[in-house]
């Protein structure tokens, strides 16, 4: 089988939401390639947490399976627990007979503020699931067996709706040629090697060790990388206040080129140019971050929409394939 799901820009494009039926009813998820549990809010999740989501009822055509847990926290300090069902769980016409459906008895307040998002679906490798006494397979694991090719592409796009596919690779969603590089999978995320960085055609340096992660918002690169880009905007500062860099909203941001595979691709400027920093709107938080205290370069959304990304198990070595949209 095989099939496509749109992915629906929230505000400012902080995250993408995709129609999923659980159990026969459509909720919206956040496909989440940095993580491999899929949970959803649901019946058993306190009304004073849930008011506003669409909710999985388990009762209709799930099987509780008794005394499994999950626990999971992301790296905004969000996160959510609760138990475990198997139901019928449906991508984009792709069909997952019994897929763990972990169902929210708990959710922290980021996620019971955004009423639009109604659970995650996990897309990274299933050895980083959560669920206890037995860990539990990603939807795409649990599906990839049925699939026409063994693969996902991740087409997401700035301020419209963009694609998943499963079990196939659509041409017309990409520009050149696909470049692919070996991954690495011991920490359970599409992890490869990345390189040179560019602005303003100076060298920023190499970004190295990074995960392509379409749960995380913007794009966290190594310190030295981070600021030496920033050394090109007038009047950008490292604000504790604002909780990262920021600049004047009408400067001259440029464009970020990253070299994968040996192929050199580009993050426009004005992607970067990310969100209004307070309400004044004169200073604007920077899509580009330090990943300070994270141990590697994250890859997130404002990479991720200027590009379009082949997440491939075809073979025994999982591999990525990046191209310019
Ligand atoms: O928080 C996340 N990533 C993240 C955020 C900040 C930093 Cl420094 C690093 N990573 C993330 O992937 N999610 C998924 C769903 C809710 C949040």
Redesign the pocket.
Known sequence: QSGSVAANPEQYDESYLCPVQVGGQTLNL?F?T??ADLWVFSTLTPASESTGHAKYNPKTSGKAKSGYTWNIS???N?GASGTVYADKVVVGGVTATSQAVEAATSVSTQFMQDTDNDG?LGLAFSTINTVQPQQQTTFFDTVKGTLAKKLFTVDLKAGTAGTYDFGYIDNSKYSGTITYVPVKTTNGFWEFTAGAATANNRSLGSVGDAIA?T??TLM?LPTAVTSAYYAQISGSTNSADAGGYIFPCDADVPDFHIAIGGKSFTVPGEYINFTPADNSGEQCFGGIQPNTG?GFT?LGDVFLKAMFVVFDQTTSAPRLGFAAQ
């Open positions: 956040d989440d940095g993580s992301y790296g905004d969000s995650l992660d749960g995380t966290y994270i994250i």
